[in-house]
């Protein structure tokens, strides 16, 4: 397990603010066991505070100059009064009620002179389940550490005897040494192959500024503004729902698509009317960022190592079947784009692209910018069978992360028992719920399914501003040419 700050890791510790905290966390409902009484989570809380030895990241806090983060530092003595918390609520079936006090836990900063992570037991001592909120920075780890993590920590039975998360000791893979002669040249060689791809990339993407060659991914900052986007302030909207995972790969293939694919089509269509709502016209597509785990198979669990790729979405076409055709086609560009390129190129450019990003929304400048997206989809596969926490089973597993600069609303999906749970969250300056956005995916989901069987069935008016298509500048030019000789020719006749 890596002990050193990368750059990103460092980012997420550079730019945190009050307004937008950089942890991730996990929204669990658990299933009681049968025998529970009513004091089942009060009587959790004390016992999971006697797991008072933890091991790394778990046990350390960050040491830092000023605001720049050196390190890791291991804590004379746990604080579990601050890490682990229960609270009880009126009703924990109320799921609205209860979205809105996940998200009012969610918003707040972690205390950074302790270590970097907190769990919420939240119960109303009557139903049959209650809620676990786990919140763990981001500086810790990625989607793929904090999944890791959470499977070897959760049990496959029931047991009064189990580890927390914070409390299993991981075995730490030996680093091999290596020739620094060997590692010298390597180094310097892979940082001019990175330096050609991402000078590539630029003039790609400055070619298709000029719309001289239009087929490329998205260039950064054109995403639309909308009252989700801007700079982000506290507070935090949170919503949930789930879908059988079955019926989505299913679906997608009998539309020759991803899973992925069909998935950013339905929020595609979600999102737009959910924007629409709020007078919002669209005249252009709005653009994803897609997270994609660059880890190695044999890499150490923690730290951060992602690149976030944009994708267009749909535009123009109320025929479901169709949006989905045009979002398949986008999403080829952009994978495409990654496949021929080094793989740290791609992860650098993205780095270069969200670090301006980033400064803009330290300095609070990013309201005067378009987004670089509009929304941010991730997902992850999650355990394939029932999982317990002691002897609790889980009944759903909700991730809900971090703004992103700019704003939006960012959707993570992770995949548990055939079932595909996901969490939504977005900041509640303009927005009160995002539950209408939800029901929005599974109609639209629906759309799709049904879309295959009956052609004639086409999705409400979105807002959509129908433009022409945009042509290159010598399309235009040549085009202009031969507009003058056929008026010339047929004015002479």
Request: net charge positive.
């Amino acid at each position: 397990m890596a002990k050193r700050l990368s750059f990103l890791d460092w980012s997420f510790w550079l730019t945190e603010t009050r307004n937008n905290p950089k942890h991730v966390a996990a929204f669990q409902v658990l299933k009681k066991p049968k025998s529970a009484k009513a004091d089942y989570c009060k009587v959790l809380s004390e016992e999971l505070k006697q797991h008072d030895k933890a091991y790394f990241p778990f046990n350390c806090r960050i040491f830092s100059f000023f605001r720049f983060a050196l390190g890791f530092r291991k804590v004379k003595k746990m604080d579990m009064d601050y890490h682990v918390k229960y609270h009880k609520v009126d009703d924990v079936n109320d799921v609205q009620a209860l979205h809105r006090y996940i998200a009012k836990i969610h918003e707040h900063m972690l205390d950074r002179d302790k270590p970097l992570w907190q769990i919420h037991l939240v119960d109303d001592e009557k139903s049959e389940t209650y809620a676990a909120f786990l919140k763990v920075h981001h500086l810790y780890g990625d989607g793929a550490s904090l999944v890791k993590w959470f499977k070897d920590s959760y049990q496959s039975s029931p047991s009064d005897k189990f580890t927390p998360i914070w409390s299993a000791k991981r075995k730490r893979k030996a680093i091999p040494k290596k020739n620094p002669y060997k590692t010298f040249f390597t180094n310097a060689w892979h940082f001019l192959v990175i330096l050609f791809d991402i000078a590539v990339i630029h003039f790609r993407l400055l070619l298709k500024f000029l719309r001289i060659y239009p087929v490329y991914m998205p260039l950064p900052f054109s995403g639309t503004k909308t009252v989700l986007t801007g700079q982000v302030s506290a507070g935090r909207v949170v919503a949930t729902t789930q879908i059988d995972f079955d019926e989505v790969r299913k679906l997608a293939h009998r539309m020759r698509a991803s899973a992925n694919e069909v998935i950013l089509c339905c929020f595609d269509i979600g999102i737009h009317k959910f924007l629409k709502g709020y007078g919002q016209q669209f005249d252009k597509p709005l653009i994803t960022q897609m997270p994609i785990n660059m880890r190695k198979p044999n890499d150490p669990v923690g730290g951060n190592k992602i690149a976030i790729v944009p994708v267009e979405l749909a535009h123009g076409k109320k025929d479901p079947y169709l949006r989905l055709r045009q979002i398949i086609e986008n999403h080829r560009i952009v994978k495409g784009v990654a496949k021929r390129v080094y793989p740290a190129s791609f992860s650098y450019y993205t780095i270069l692209i969200q670090g301006m990003a980033l400064v803009l929304e330290t300095i609070r400048l990013s309201a005067l910018f378009r987004p670089i997206g509009n929304i941010l989809i991730s997902n992850m596969p999650g355990p394939a069978e029932a999982k317990y926490f002691k002897d609790s089973k889980l009944e759903a597993l909700y991730p809900i992360s971090t703004l992103t600069p700019g704003g939006g609303v960012n959707i993570t999906m992770i995949t548990y028992c055939n079932n595909l749970d996901i969490g939504l969250v977005c900041c509640d300056k303009d927005i009160k719920s995002l539950e209408p956005l939800a029901e929005y995916f599974h109609e639209a989901f629906e759309l799709l399914q049904q879309c295959v069987d009956n052609p004639d069935l086409t999705i409400d008016d979105l807002g959509e501003i129908r433009n022409k298509p945009v042509k290159s500048l010598l399309e235009d030019h040549f085009t202009h040419k031969t507009s003058d000789a056929e008026h010339t020719s047929n004015h002479k006749t």
